[in-house]
């Protein structure tokens, strides 16, 4: 199983962006996904999650600026970024829990995909 994110790039603040992530392999069932972030010199931090159902959750300081939306039918997460602001400068990583063909349940992350917000 792997998880592909992509979407990451330079963009002015006030500015969108969507991030996409396509999981592929031996999957049987994708369970939640999410997106976290990682600044320089930070700990890793949610920025939104969703449930199998359409459930999210997202801190308060992303609520309002950011969305979570699934594709159930092309293993695809995305996150919709708008009103960019610099400190939201980070590498974004997806994750998901996904049962796979095995009946193995287990977490997958992607490679991180860079978000650079100018002043």
């Known amino acids: 199983v792997q998880l592909q994110a992509s979407g990451g790039g330079l963009v002015q603040a006030g500015g969108s962006l969507r991030l996409s992530c396509v999981a592929s392999?031996?999957?049987?069932?994708?369970?939640?996904m999410a997106w976290y972030r990682q600044a320089p010199g930070k700990q890793r931090e949610l920025v939104a999650a969703?449930?199998?159902?359409?459930?999210?959750n997202l801190p308060d300081s992303m609520k309002g600026r950011f969305t979570i939306p699934r594709d159930n039918a092309k293993n695809t997460v995305y996150l919709q970024m708008n009103s960019l602001k610099p400190e939201d400068t980070a590498v974004y990583y997806c994750y998901a829990d996904i049962r796979q063909l095995s009946l193995i349940t287990d977490v997958f992350w992607g490679q991180g995909t860079l978000v650079t917000v100018s002043s």
């Open positions: 392999g031996s999957i049987s069932s994708l369970n939640s």
């Open positions: 969703i449930t199998t159902g359409g459930g999210t």
